[in-house]
């Protein structure tokens, strides 16, 4: 297991801190990931601890979905600059937590899936680098789900790593579990 805490952060949160159970963010009120795509507006002050995300290697993390407040998020992102990036996990939005991802080149698509079964669960996230992919997985209980299969310029020098972010409001806490490096998938299905 590799250290929560180790990195490199992109907009550090208002707190974070190493406790027994895992790290703790406190995410900045107004942060958030977002390049235009039907909203107008532009994005780059979310939270993200990041390190090298090397070809051919695979990371997954796991925290608690215990929030509850419209467009909190948690989960993993892979960065090379603010029009560039891929982040996954679940967003609290419209009502109940939804699982999902958003892909941006120039500018944002966002793809989600309800899954309120998931709440106050410790939910896990893999995203595995082949070749010009990202595999994205989740689960919460039982069997990973394939999220989405985005392309990946390889010769990009990606960075990757934990993120949250809370655009309407304060006070967003996230309890990150753990943080894993393993090999990446070896296919689809």
């Known amino acids: 297991m590799t250290s929560l805490s ?3 952060w992109l907009n550090p949160p208002l707190n974070s801190e190493t406790i027994a159970t895992g790290f703790n963010v406190v995410a900045k009120e107004n942060s958030d990931f977002w390049q235009k795509t039907s909203y ?5 002050d979310g939270h993200a ?5 090397p070809q051919d290697s695979a990371i997954e993390i796991s925290w608690m979905l215990d929030y509850d407040q419209q467009f909190d998020q948690a989960g993993l992102m892979v960065y090379y600059d603010d029009e560039n990036w891929i982040k996954a996990g679940v967003e609290f939005a419209d009502g109940s937590p939804q699982l999902g991802a958003v892909v941006t080149q120039g500018k ?10 998931w709440m106050n669960k410790e939910v896990f996230l893999r ?7 990202l595999t994205i997985r989740a689960k919460a209980d039982g069997e990973w789900r394939l999220v989405r299969l985005a392309p990946l310029e390889p010769t990009l ?9 809370s655009p309407t409001r304060g006070g967003l806490k996230v309890l990150f579990k753990s943080l894993n490096w393993t090999e990446p998938d070896k296919s689809l299905h």
């Not at 601890?49 to 995300?53: A, D, I, Q």
């Not at 944002?108 to 079964?117: F, G, H, I, M």
């Open 108 to 117: 944002s698509d966002w793809s989600v899936s309800p899954v309120s079964e």
């Open 40 to 44: 107008g507006f532009i994005h780059t």
């Open 49 to 53: 601890l990041l390190n090298e995300f």
């Open 157 to 165: 020098n990606w960075k990757v790593g934990l993120f949250c972010a």
């Open 127 to 133: 995203f595995s680098r082949t070749d010009d992919a």
């Open 6 to 8: 180790t990195g490199v």
